[in-house]
C-alpha cells in the first residue's frame, strides 16, 4: 500500500498535524478574542457594538469555540491514530470552509453593489464619505482586491486542509484493512491448521 504525502514528501499524517494544530491555535485565538469583545461589550457602557453587531459576534464567538473543540479532538486523534475523532474534525472543518464560503461569496457580491452612495472609497460608521488620506491613499480598486485576498485565501487553505484530512482518514482505514482487522469470519489472515492427532 502506497503511503499519501504532501508537499512532495511529507508523510500525510504530519499534514493533518499541522492543520489540527493550526486550526487550534488560530481558531482559539479567535474565540477568545471574540468572547472578550463580548464581555467588554455587555460590561461597559459603550455603544460601539449594536444589537445586530452583537449577535452576529456572539455566532461567531460560538462557531470558533466549537471548531476550536473538534480541532483539539482532531489533534488527539492525529496522534492517537483514533479515525473517527479525525473524521469528525473533518467532518466540522468541511462545513465551517462551506458556511465561510457563502458568507464570502455574500460579502463580496455586497462589496460590488453597496458603493456607499456617492463615497469613491467607503463610509466610516457615522456615514460620513471616507477621504483619500483617510484610506492612506488607497483607490477603491486596491481595496477590493485586499478584500478579495482577505476572503479567498482563507477559503483555499482551508479546503487544502479538507483534503489532507480526507486523505489522513483513508489511509488509516486502509492501513487497519491492510492488518485484517475486519467483521467475522474474514477476521483471520491465515487459515487454522488441522491437529494430525486427531486422524490418527
Not at 19 to 27: A, C, G, I, Q, R
Request: charged share 15%; glycine share 6%.
Amino acid at each position: 500500500m502506497s503511503r499519501p504525502h504532501f508537499l512532495f514528501c511529507l508523510p500525510i499524517r504530519l499534514g493533518a498535524f499541522f492543520v489540527s494544530l493550526l486550526t487550534l491555535l488560530l481558531s482559539l485565538f479567535i474565540s477568545v478574542v471574540g468572547w472578550r469583545a463580548v464581555y467588554l461589550s455587555r460590561t461597559q457602557d459603550s455603544d460601539h457594538l449594536s444589537t445586530r453587531q452583537l449577535i452576529f459576534l456572539i455566532i461567531y464567538s460560538v462557531v470558533y469555540t466549537l471548531l476550536a473543540l473538534t480541532s483539539f479532538f482532531g489533534l488527539i486523534g492525529v496522534l492517537t491514530k483514533r479515525i473517527s475523532w479525525i473524521s469528525t474534525f473533518k467532518s466540522f472543518l468541511q462545513g465551517f470552509t462551506f458556511g465561510a464560503t457563502i458568507a464570502a461569496i455574500i460579502n463580496i457580491v455586497f462589496l460590488f453593489v453597496d458603493r456607499d452612495g456617492d463615497c469613491v472609497i467607503g463610509s466610516d460608521q457615522r456615514g460620513n464619505c471616507l477621504t483619500q488620506d483617510d484610506a492612506h491613499g488607497w483607490s477603491r480598486t486596491t481595496v477590493v482586491v485586499v478584500a478579495l485576498c482577505f476572503f479567498l485565501i482563507p477559503l483555499v487553505i482551508m479546503a487544502y486542509g479538507c483534503w489532507l484530512l480526507s486523505d489522513c482518514v483513508k489511509y488509516l482505514y486502509d492501513r487497519e484493512a491492510m492488518r485484517g482487522v475486519s467483521l467475522y469470519p474474514f477476521s483471520s489472515k491465515y487459515a487454522a491448521v488441522p491437529n494430525r492427532e486427531e486422524h490418527a
